[in-house]
C-alpha cells in the first residue's frame, strides 16, 4: 500500500497523478470549495486565540497531508481576515512527501497572504510549534496491515505476485503484541464469533504518526478527520472483509489490487486504536464527534439558513452551496467522517470546551 500510493514514479500520490474533487477520482472534503474552511473557521480561530492570549510565540496552523492545498490556502485568507494581528506571527505549515504534489501546493499558496512554507516531521520534532496540526483525510491514506483467521489460528495476509497478479497469500502468525494490542481496545480475537476466513486490517503506521504528530506540538491541539469506527464496530464479527478498498472514477472497489499505482487505496481508521496511541504518545483526549454533529455545532444550520434569504446571491449559487453543506453532513458519505481532537501542553479553551465537540469538555490539570 505504501509503495502503490508514495512511491515518487509508480505511485498514485507520489507520482503527482491524483486529481482531487468532482473531475478525479474520489471528492474530499476541502474539494467542495470555500464551504468547508468557512465551517471549520470558528474552531480553529477558538484554539488560536487560546494560545496567542497565553504565549508570545509565534503561532502555526499545520496541515499534514494538503492535498492540493485548497484548504490551507482558504483558511490562510479567512484567518487573515479575521485576525489581521497576526500576520506576522501566525504560518502555514505544511507536510508533503510528495514532490510534485508540493508543487501543486505551492501554486495554491501564492494566492493568500500568511507566511508559509513546506516542512518535515523532523523539521517539526526539531522545534515544535505553538499551534493546531490538522489531518484531512490523512490517516486513511496510511499503509495498513491485513490479518486474517487460518485453520490454525490468527495469521498475516500478505500480498503475492504470480504470472502478473496481486493476490493475499496467508502468511505467518500473528505476534502476540498485536492480539494484545487489540485486546486493549476491547476487542478478543481469541472468541469463536469468528469464522476462518474472516479478514481485517491494523495500520500500525497510525501509532507512529501519533509520535510524530505529538512530537511537532509544543502547545496546541491535533485534529484528525477521517472515515473512522470504534473498534468494536470495526472489528465485529459481522464485518468479515475489513474496510479496505481501492477508489477509482468515483467509484468504490472491493479490491485494492484493480490499477496498482493508478487508484486510491484506503482503510477506515480505528478510533479506539488513534486514541489509544495518541494517549501513549504524550496526547490528551479532548473527545471526538461525527462531522455532521461538528459542523452543526460551528453554524452550519445557520448558513444553511442565510441561504433562503430574499436579499441573498443569485439562486443559482444558492443552491449549489446548499448542496455542498448538505454534502458535508451528509451521514452515508462526507458526513460520517469522525472528528477526533486531542491536545498537548495546554488546558481546554475555557469552561465550555471546544466548539465543534457541542458539549462541555473535561480539563485535566
Same mark, same amino acid.
Given at each position: 500500500?505504501d509503495?502503490?500510493?508514495?512511491?515518487?514514479?509508480h505511485?498514485?500520490?507520489?507520482?503527482?497523478?491524483?486529481?482531487?474533487?468532482?473531475?478525479?477520482?474520489?471528492?474530499? $472534503?476541502?474539494? /467542495?470549495?470555500p464551504? #468547508? +474552511?468557512?465551517l471549520? !473557521?470558528?474552531q %480553529?480561530?477558538?484554539?488560536?486565540?487560546? @494560545? =496567542?492570549?497565553?504565549?508570545?510565540?509565534?503561532?502555526?496552523?499545520?496541515?499534514?497531508g494538503?492535498?492540493?492545498?485548497?484548504?490551507s490556502?482558504?483558511?490562510?485568507?479567512?484567518?487573515?481576515q479575521?485576525?489581521p494581528?497576526?500576520?506576522?506571527?501566525?504560518?502555514l505549515?505544511?507536510?508533503?512527501?510528495s514532490?510534485?504534489?508540493?508543487?501543486r501546493?505551492?501554486?495554491?499558496?501564492?494566492?493568500?497572504?500568511?507566511?508559509?512554507?513546506?516542512c518535515?516531521?523532523?523539521?517539526?520534532?526539531s522545534?515544535?510549534v505553538?499551534?493546531?496540526?490538522?489531518?484531512?483525510?490523512?490517516?486513511?491514506?496510511?499503509p495498513?496491515?491485513?490479518?486474517t483467521?487460518?485453520?490454525d489460528?490468527?495469521?498475516?495476509?500478505?500480498?503475492?505476485?504470480?504470472?502478473?497478479?496481486? $493476490?493475499w497469500? /496467508?502468511g505467518?502468525? #500473528? +505476534?502476540?503484541?498485536? !492480539?494484545?494490542? %487489540?485486546?486493549?481496545?476491547?476487542v478478543? @480475537? =481469541?472468541q469463536?464469533a469468528?469464522?476462518?476466513?474472516?479478514?481485517?486490517?491494523?495500520?500500525?503506521?497510525?501509532?507512529?504518526?501519533?509520535k510524530?504528530?505529538?512530537?511537532?506540538l509544543?502547545?496546541?491541539?491535533?485534529?484528525?478527520m477521517?472515515?473512522?469506527?470504534s473498534?468494536?464496530?470495526?472489528?465485529?464479527?459481522?464485518?468479515?472483509?475489513?474496510?479496505?478498498?481501492?477508489y477509482?472514477?468515483?467509484?468504490?472497489?472491493g479490491s485494492?489490487?484493480?490499477?496498482?499505482?493508478?487508484?486510491?487505496i484506503?482503510?477506515?481508521?480505528?478510533?479506539?486504536?488513534?486514541?489509544?496511541?495518541?494517549?501513549?504518545?504524550?496526547?490528551?483526549?479532548?473527545?471526538?464527534?461525527?462531522?455532521?454533529?461538528?459542523?452543526?455545532?460551528?453554524?452550519?444550520a445557520?448558513q444553511?439558513?442565510?441561504?433562503?434569504?430574499?436579499?441573498g +446571491?443569485?439562486?443559482?449559487?444558492?443552491?449549489?452551496?446548499?448542496?455542498a453543506?448538505?454534502?458535508?453532513?451528509?451521514?452515508?458519505?462526507?458526513?460520517?467522517?469522525?472528528?477526533?481532537f486531542?491536545?498537548?501542553g495546554?488546558?481546554?479553551?475555557?469552561?465550555?470546551?471546544?466548539?465543534?465537540?457541542?458539549?462541555?469538555?473535561?480539563?485535566?490539570?
Amino acid at each position: 500500500m505504501d509503495w502503490v500510493l508514495q512511491d515518487p514514479i509508480h505511485g498514485y500520490y507520489g507520482s503527482g497523478q491524483v486529481v482531487f474533487g468532482v473531475r478525479g477520482d474520489f471528492v474530499t $472534503a476541502s474539494s /467542495l470549495g470555500p464551504t #468547508l +474552511p468557512r465551517l471549520l !473557521l470558528p474552531q %480553529l480561530l477558538q484554539c488560536l486565540d487560546v @494560545l =496567542a492570549t497565553t504565549t508570545s510565540e509565534d503561532l502555526a496552523l499545520v496541515e499534514w497531508g494538503p492535498g492540493d492545498g485548497e484548504l490551507s490556502r482558504e483558511l490562510g485568507v479567512l484567518l487573515a481576515q479575521e485576525r489581521p494581528q497576526w500576520q506576522q506571527r501566525l504560518q502555514l505549515l505544511l507536510v508533503e512527501t510528495s514532490p510534485l504534489l508540493q508543487k501543486r501546493q505551492a501554486h495554491h499558496l501564492q494566492q493568500q497572504p500568511l507566511p508559509w512554507r513546506h516542512c518535515s516531521p523532523a523539521t517539526l520534532a526539531s522545534a515544535p510549534v505553538h499551534g493546531v496540526l490538522m489531518a484531512n483525510e490523512l490517516l486513511d491514506a496510511l499503509p495498513v496491515e491485513r490479518f486474517t483467521r487460518g485453520d490454525d489460528g490468527w495469521h498475516w495476509q500478505w500480498v503475492s505476485c504470480s504470472s502478473g497478479h496481486l $493476490a493475499w497469500q /496467508l502468511g505467518p502468525l #500473528l +505476534p502476540p503484541e498485536v !492480539l494484545h494490542l %487489540l485486546e486493549a481496545v476491547g476487542v478478543q @480475537l =481469541a472468541q469463536d464469533a469468528f469464522a476462518q476466513g474472516w479478514s481485517s486490517e491494523i495500520a500500525l503506521s497510525h501509532g507512529q504518526w501519533c509520535k510524530a504528530a505529538a512530537a511537532a506540538l509544543q502547545r496546541g491541539w491535533v485534529w484528525c478527520m477521517d472515515y473512522g469506527h470504534s473498534a468494536q464496530r470495526y472489528y465485529s464479527p459481522q464485518r468479515g472483509d475489513g474496510t479496505l478498498m481501492a477508489y477509482g472514477g468515483q467509484q468504490a472497489m472491493g479490491s485494492p489490487f484493480c490499477r496498482p499505482g493508478q487508484m486510491d487505496i484506503t482503510a477506515h481508521i480505528c478510533t479506539d486504536l488513534v486514541r489509544h496511541w495518541a494517549e501513549a504518545a504524550g496526547l490528551h483526549t479532548c473527545g471526538e464527534v461525527s462531522q455532521g454533529q461538528g459542523l452543526l455545532a460551528l453554524g452550519l444550520a445557520k448558513q444553511l439558513g442565510q441561504l433562503s434569504q430574499r436579499d441573498g +446571491p443569485p439562486l443559482a449559487q444558492r443552491l449549489a452551496r446548499r448542496e455542498a453543506l448538505l454534502r458535508l453532513v451528509d451521514p452515508a458519505g462526507l458526513g460520517g467522517f469522525r472528528w477526533l481532537f486531542f491536545r498537548r501542553g495546554i488546558h481546554d479553551p475555557g469552561p465550555g470546551g471546544l466548539v465543534a465537540l457541542g458539549e462541555p469538555a473535561t480539563a485535566e490539570g
